[in-house]
């Protein structure tokens, strides 16, 4: 159990904005189109299940920087 209090789940996902506000991530659609997004950086302590940090940027920004 001494391990499961010092393990820490890092994950994140992107939420996309109806318009183009943020820098737009991944490749250009072959449409044309593009929108930004918003990107959720989320740390959650294993052992209580509850996210202990979060932390919003935009969708190109990279995940290394977390």
Same mark, same amino acid.
């Given at each position: @159990?001494?391990?499961i209090q010092k393990l820490f789940i890092v994950d994140s996902t992107v939420i996309s904005?109806? /318009?183009d506000i943020l820098k737009v991530a991944g490749r250009?659609? /072959?449409d044309g189109r593009s929108k930004g997004g918003i990107k959720a950086h989320v740390m959650i302590h294993a052992a209580e299940l @509850?996210?202990?940090l979060?932390?919003?940027t935009e969708a190109s920004r *990279?995940? *290394?920087t977390f």
């Open positions: @159990m001494e391990v904005l109806f /318009k250009p659609r /072959k @509850m996210p202990c979060v932390q919003f *990279h995940d *290394h």
